[in-house]
């Protein structure tokens, strides 16, 4: 037999990895163990002793054990309670199982000795490589802290490099994957390379680990000594005769219920989060939320409020100053103080001002709060989509705190101010609720003088405080909350309007903020309407104002730059100042044409005119749209495309038109989607026009929807369309017959310009758009 195979007894060891030149000692407990223990004691106490691949197998077979392990030396045997055996062993050399001689009573294995040489091939690597490792190993045992130091003066004695590695190996506290492979490395300078980095690593675990220790430490002393102080200083203070500061805060919050002007059921509750307090502790978290709970408390106005001006004729000069048009807005904030001041006891009522963006919705809220000499709060709703913003979160919640309607009234610091609810069309609901259903409580003047928020659950009075909502549409606003609310329409501005707002308003404004002086820069009037009419497109002054901010901020840079005194802005200078006009509103053509009609439409930024375009030609009856348009027109242009059909006699179009010829219907900018039940009747008119070959008045435009039988029906937004009409040059609208109520509210300066044709049938829409004689 060659004299590097040797057959032992194995052991498999269950945990342990074993290195040569290593002494432990370990339990024996399974009986094919113990035999191999015996038999090795009877022949030369030589073992061969290898790890398990997997720890939990009770019987493990050849293909369960790794085939590299330690020939060891037994050094003694003592036998336990239990039938166990203790065993000491000395790790000798490595050797690889090269194959399984009998596996019964006893594994017994044919083993081949692999010996390391004195030195590892490359002297200088090694012993590189041997001196950083000890280095390294020194700086493990003082981090560690379980090994002797004295272990290291053991390793200043070694010479040779793989025992080195083997020692400092069976040191370490590796898992039994590393330590295996660290085993299974043959080549001694590899070894020490891969001992090296598993030192660094479990270096670097250590000092994390004792920072860490260190921090927790720390954190525990720092705690029990403020505690120690804390209750030395108590016992000082006991011995003193004085009180503690957890009494002193006691009495101060005694003190504020008592001096807080609270309701008798506010005050009760009070009183017994207090007691709770007292109880639990002023250190405790528990008392860290009762006292954020006590403040809210007594913070909020209970019951202070301040004294309405129910001075009609000073309210209306106020808002005069502040806005101006804007007469139903006044007027029912003017009707509103009357009745109060009449009755004296009128609730608050909950309005909704609906308009384009820029109107001034929100500073008419301000306006009216100043007029009326009550506290404003302001709530933005938009993109608001959980109930809890509203009504709050319960107590029992990590980070609780009241909703917004209370966090607000805390703000107010009265009872009665102006609320403004901002953006209510934009709020959504998801899985957390609805935060339109919150708010219904919060708008009903029946029920909100008991409203509950979940953090306070106490009823909070918001009767007697006057709510304002505004929107830019109220086709978002559930109905059962628009039902709670008065709408009050803020339509966009006219130009001569836009011309007062931005000389009596906007100029003086933004001269402030710039800190220019009276007369240094001055507006002509024909300077203001080419901003309104080229720099912007708009039913608001917002994108007027940044206008002249701009226009104000250049010219304080001219009067800086070239000393000037004072500069007039002419048309010139605005062009100078701001570039190109950036909008040229549509304005018709001076031409009459073949199926050509001139729509208005109503947007969310105010009134524009939507031409529609009908071209017919040879086909098979087919009805093709285009424009991108939506649901709504498209079911406008088949109503009366079947109109048509149903009624082609009486227009002179030939009777089979819908098998004979293609309808083409196009309204440009085909990528702006259009929607809305307004354009019906200028669809069929132009259809009409373009099937008898009859032009259209070039200097009319229309709007209504129509049904089969030819009736004209209502729209909205008539205000709005009728500015776009005159902004374009038209000089004659035609309306639907229900919308004469609707002219009461348009402009004298527009409704002076403007000849009104009311229509019922489609009869008289044609009749005055389109010309016979042709």
């Not at 055996?85 to 294995?109: M, N, Q, Y």
Request: aromatic share 6%.
């Amino acid at each position: 037999m060659d004299k590097n195979l040797k057959v032992l007894p194995l052991i498999p060891l269950r945990g342990i990895t074993v290195f040569p030149y290593m002494v432990l000692h370990f339990d024996v407990g399974r009986k094919k163990s113990i035999l191999a223990l015996e038999e090795a004691m009877l022949v030369d106490q030589k073992i061969f002793l290898t790890a398990q691949k997997e720890a939990k197998i009770e019987e493990p077979e050849e293909e369960d054990i790794f085939e590299t392990g330690t020939i060891c030396n037994i050094k003694q045997i003592l036998k336990l309670p239990g039938d166990t055996v203790r065993v000491l062993v000395e790790g000798e050399t490595r050797a690889v199982l090269k194959e399984c001689i009998s596996k019964d009573p006893f594994f017994k294995v044919e083993v081949e000795i692999l010996e390391d040489g004195e030195e590892c091939s490359d002297n200088k690597n090694c012993e590189a490589l041997a001196r950083t490792i000890k280095d390294k190993f020194d700086e493990y045992i003082k981090l560690s802290g379980n090994i002797p130091v004295e272990t290291i003066i053991t390793l200043d004695e070694l010479n040779n490099c793989g025992r080195l590695a083997d020692t400092v190996s069976s040191y370490l506290m590796l898992k039994q994957e590393k330590r295996q492979e660290i085993l299974e490395c043959y080549d001694i300078e590899e070894r020490l390379k891969k001992l090296l980095s598993v030192l660094v690593n479990e270096i670097e675990i250590l000092k994390l680990e004792r920072k860490i220790g260190v921090k927790v430490k720390n954190k525990i002393d720092k705690v029990q000594k403020e505690y120690y102080l804390k209750e030395q200083l108590k016992a000082i203070q006991e011995e003193l005769g004085e009180d503690d500061e957890d009494k002193k805060e006691m009495k101060r919050y005694k003190n504020k219920i008592s001096k807080a002007k609270l309701p008798k059921d506010v005050k009760d509750k009070a009183l017994y989060e207090l007691d709770r307090l007292k109880n639990t502790g002023t250190y405790s978290a528990e008392g860290g939320v009762i006292r954020t709970y006590l403040d809210w408390i007594l913070d909020l106005p209970w019951n202070a409020q301040t004294k309405d001006n129910l001075e009609i004729k000073s309210v209306r000069e106020i808002l005069e100053k502040e806005h101006y048009g804007l007469k139903d807005v006044k007027d029912r904030i003017i009707e509103y103080l009357a009745a109060k001041k009449m009755s004296k006891s009128l609730k608050g009522p909950i309005l909704c001002l609906v308009g384009p963006p820029g109107v001034g919705k929100t500073s008419i809220a301000k306006s009216i709060a100043h007029a009326l000499n009550r506290n404003f709060v302001r709530m933005s709703l938009g993109g608001v989509r959980d109930e809890a913003e509203i009504r709050g979160h319960r107590k029992t919640y990590v980070g609780a705190i009241p909703g917004r309607i209370i966090y607000g009234m805390k703000q107010a610091k009265s009872k009665n101010p102006l609320f403004l609810l901002d953006e209510i069309d934009k709020m959504s609901g998801d899985f957390r609720g609805d935060p339109a259903d919150a708010l219904l409580e919060v708008l009903d003047s029946e029920q909100n003088s008991t409203f509950r928020d979940h953090y306070l659950e106490l009823d909070f009075d918001l009767s007697n405080v006057m709510f304002i909502t505004t929107a830019n549409t109220l086709e978002t606003v559930p109905r059962p909350l628009f039902d709670r609310m008065e709408v009050i329409e803020v339509s966009g501005y006219t130009s001569e309007e836009k011309l007062h707002i931005c000389k009596e308003h906007l100029i003086p404004k933004e001269l402030e903020q710039n800190g220019v002086g009276d007369n240094k820069i001055i507006f002509s009037d024909s300077a203001i309407y080419k901003l309104i009419d080229s720099y912007t497109r708009e039913s608001g002054v917002r994108s007027l104002e940044r206008r002249v901010a701009s226009i104000i901020r250049k010219a304080i840079a001219e009067i800086m730059e070239k000393g000037r005194k004072n500069i007039n802005v002419t048309v010139t200078k605005v062009k100078s100042y701001l570039g190109p006009e950036i909008f040229t509103y549509d304005k018709v053509d001076k031409e009459d044409k073949v199926g050509v009609v001139t729509g208005m439409a109503w947007t969310g930024y105010g009134g524009d005119t939507l031409p529609v375009e009908v071209s017919v030609m040879p086909g098979n009856g087919k009805l093709q749209l285009t424009g991108q348009l939506g649901d709504v027109m498209k079911e406008s242009a088949k109503t009366g495309y079947s109109y048509i059909r149903a009624n082609s006699h009486k227009y002179g179009i030939e009777s089979g038109f819908y098998k004979n010829y293609d309808v083409h219907i196009h309204v440009p900018e085909g990528a702006v989607p259009k929607d809305g039940p307004s354009a019906g009747v200028t669809m069929v008119t132009a259809m009409i026009s373009a099937l008898n070959k009859n032009k259209v008045k070039h200097n009319v435009a229309m709007t209504g929807e129509i049904t089969l039988t030819g009736r004209v029906l209502p729209i909205g937004g008539l205000k709005e369309k009728s500015l776009a009409a005159y902004r374009a040059g038209i000089d004659t609208v035609i309306i639907p017959m229900e919308n004469e109520k609707d002219l009461l509210k348009i402009p004298k300066t527009v409704k002076s310009k403007l000849k009104y044709i009311l229509a019922d049938n489609i009869d008289t829409v044609l009749e005055n758009a389109i010309l016979r004689d042709n």
